[in-house]
């Protein structure tokens, strides 16, 4: 038997909670009738069903606006830092009166070094860049790389018009400082996990659109693309039953939006998949388990980005839930899906894959 970490549980008891709780929000759709505790098994890999199982008894919950802020707050004392792999803290200034930025420099240092400009999961709503750091800095020991992980403001407090500045500043703070840090302009990459991924794609766009930093790659692990996911389109059972359902997407995007999701009324610059075309776009990574909540519209967004002529590699894990590689971060599965990522990384970067 997989042992159950309380650092992998933790991860996965985070979203499954915030899903669940999800559930009672006033005012949004009903989803359609799930599948049983054991169809749902049943539809999950066997390397993880040792860590959906606990899953199952999360999926009902309190309503998430009573419980939200005190989920933030049991992650609201971060990890110590890894010993050895240095880290510092700044406070980046954004235009247009948007409040300041803090971001996390990891292993800064050298000369022409490629670069990650990070952005944290959590459904917009959860999640911080201090969490981060841990991981951060075993990723850029193993890619010999700088990061810089970014702590944007959380909807609902702040819309997608305050967190996107503040993921541009701190990319032209990257940009602006990269011989100070180490690093190499022309191997800036992005990374983002869930809403990170969101930002992530988001980000990409803002920056082929402002054309002040040039981005070489894009990394997106199962993204958060589209609004209409679990609101205007419901995808059939198995598919988002685990971890992250649709009515925890819809309270998500109706926080970072401000507005009702899955509307013709939603702005295009929130919403990656609604960009009008995603041409000229830095080559790209996406990774997402085939029963995630997400698997549609990451391949929808895949499948654009390939007939707009960006290199694309698109990985899906059979009978993997969002958030797989961190519940089951043991499991040979989800060390086959880090290998893909960290290899994407490293061809991005010039090297040669592990």
């Excluded at 009166?97 to 990070?118: E, M, S």
């Excluded at 970014?150 to 400082?177: F, G």
């Excluded at 009008?276 to 029963?291: C, E, N, Q, Y």
Aim: overall charge neutral; aromatic content about 6%; some cysteine.
């Amino acid at each position: 038997m997989i042992e159950l970490t309380r650092r992998n549980l933790g991860k996965a008891a985070l979203v499954s909670g915030l899903a669940a709780a999800a559930r009672a929000v006033p005012g949004l759709a009903a989803s359609p009738p799930g599948v049983s505790d054991e169809e749902l098994l049943a539809s999950v890999n066997p390397e993880l069903r040792e860590y959906a199982r606990p899953m199952l008894a999360w999926r009902s919950g309190p309503p998430l606006p009573q419980t939200y802020r005190d989920i933030r707050k049991q992650a609201a004392s971060p990890p110590q830092p890894r010993p050895g792999i240095p880290v510092t803290r700044q406070v980046i200034p954004v235009p247009a009166g948007v409040p300041a930025v803090t971001v996390y420099v990891i292993n800064a240092g050298g000369t022409d070094r490629p670069a990650i400009l990070h952005t944290h999961g959590g459904g917009f709503v959860m999640g911080n860049a201090g969490s981060e750091v841990p991981a951060k800095q075993a990723m850029a020991r193993d890619l010999d790389c700088v990061i810089v992980t970014v702590d944007y403001a959380l909807a609902p407090e702040a819309t997608y018009a305050i967190s996107t500045e503040q993921t541009h500043a701190a990319l032209k703070w990257l940009h602006v400082n990269a011989r100070e840090l180490g690093v190499d302009r022309e191997r800036i990459a992005l990374l983002g996990e869930s809403a990170g991924g969101g930002h992530a794609a988001l980000l990409a766009l803002a920056a082929r659109d402002r054309g002040e930093v040039p981005v070489a790659f894009q990394c997106l692990v199962y993204p958060m693309l589209d609004d209409r996911t679990g609101s205007s389109r419901m995808p059939p059972p198995p598919i988002g039953q685990l971890a992250w359902d649709a009515p925890a997407n819809r309270f998500g995007w109706h926080s970072f939006l401000g507005q009702t999701p899955g509307t013709p009324s939603v702005p295009a610059a929130a919403v990656p998949a609604r960009a009008a075309t995603l041409r000229g776009l830095p080559p790209a990574f996406i990774g997402v388990g085939s029963i995630d909540l997400f698997v549609d519209e990451d391949i929808a967004y895949a499948r654009r980005l390939i007939d707009a002529g960006v290199p694309t590699e698109l990985t899906i894990v059979p009978g993997a839930f969002h958030g797989f590689d961190g519940a089951g971060a043991g499991t040979s599965i989800a060390r086959q899906f880090t290998r893909a990522k960290m290899d994407a990384l490293r061809r991005a970067f010039g090297r040669t894959p592990a």
